[in-house]
């Protein structure tokens, strides 16, 4: 093949540059310390012996909800280390071709990295509160939500008297803060919604504005990301969402001590 592709020259120049450089990746993830802490889904089982249907079906999905967690802040854990293994390859590449491997492999990482303390906050809030529908419908005569409905609202009305639920209501609001979402440039709904800040600094952020009669609007870039920082903020919000599961598993427990109907 003799298609030229700059700054590489052919094709398969091309593809030999990302082959080596994603072999590179694969190796160094594998031998550097990992920077978030990896927990294990199955630690956390239930104590005692179900003696009805109800309390079977109970039992299962107080198991399976932190498991399914415990698995997710594993895959988040794996997305903050694979970052941390492509800046430090980043010295070995001049900035042309750094860019490119940028933006297929970096890039990509941190937009999905950037999304997971949103979306491990809403499934410790789906997973508590769906589960407590199914232990406290027969008690109550509280409206069932959708699965859509749920929210940190219907969380608090499903749960909140159960014991040990303020430690874990505190633990989530520690995931997606608003220090989070102003350190990020709230990333996650600026890229589902609007426009996602980048790495290049060429996201268009003109400013419009009345002054009296007149129409003033200045032009202007916004400032490119920086990852470094944004790896740190990760791994802080990581080691929340593994507060979050410590302070789960302690409610599930508290809560199945007490009878299901």
């Known amino acids: 093949m003799d298609k030229r ?120 809030i789906f997973s508590i509160t769906k589960l407590a529908t199914v232990l406290e419908a027969s ?16 969380l608090d009305l499903w749960a909140s008297h159960w014991p040990r639920y303020d430690g874990f209501r505190t633990s989530i609001s520690a995931l997606n803060t608003r220090a989070f979402v102003s350190a990020t440039r709230d990333f996650r709904n600026r890229d589902m919604h609007t426009l996602a800040p980048d790495f290049y600094g060429i996201v268009p952020a003109p400013n419009v504005r009345r002054e009296k009669r007149d129409v003033l609007t200045t032009w202007k870039h916004e400032e490119p990301l920086e990852i470094n920082p944004l790896i740190d903020i990760l791994i802080e919000q990581h080691r929340a969402a593994i507060n979050v599961l410590g302070e789960m598993r302690e409610l599930l427990m508290a809560r199945l001590e007490q009878p299901i109907a």
């Open 5 to 124: 592709i700059d700054p590489f020259g052919t094709v398969d120049e091309a593809a030999a540059f990302y082959a080596e450089a994603f072999r590179k990746f694969i190796f160094l993830r594998g031998v550097i310390s990992c920077p978030s802490k990896v927990v294990d889904p199955s630690e956390f089982k239930l104590p005692g012996q179900p003696t009805s249907l109800s309390q079977v079906f109970g039992i299962q999905l107080a198991e399976d909800f932190p498991r399914l967690f415990a698995n997710r802040i594993n895959a988040f854990s794996k997305d903050i280390l694979s970052l941390t293994a492509w800046q430090q390859i980043r010295p070995e590449y001049e900035s042309v071709r750094w860019h490119y491997l940028e933006h297929e492999f970096v890039y990509p990482l941190l937009r999905l990295a950037l999304k997971e303390p949103s979306a491990l906050k809403n499934q410790a």
């Open 139 to 154: 008690a109550n005569s509280h409206a069932i939500p959708a699965d859509v409905e749920i929210n940190l609202t219907k």
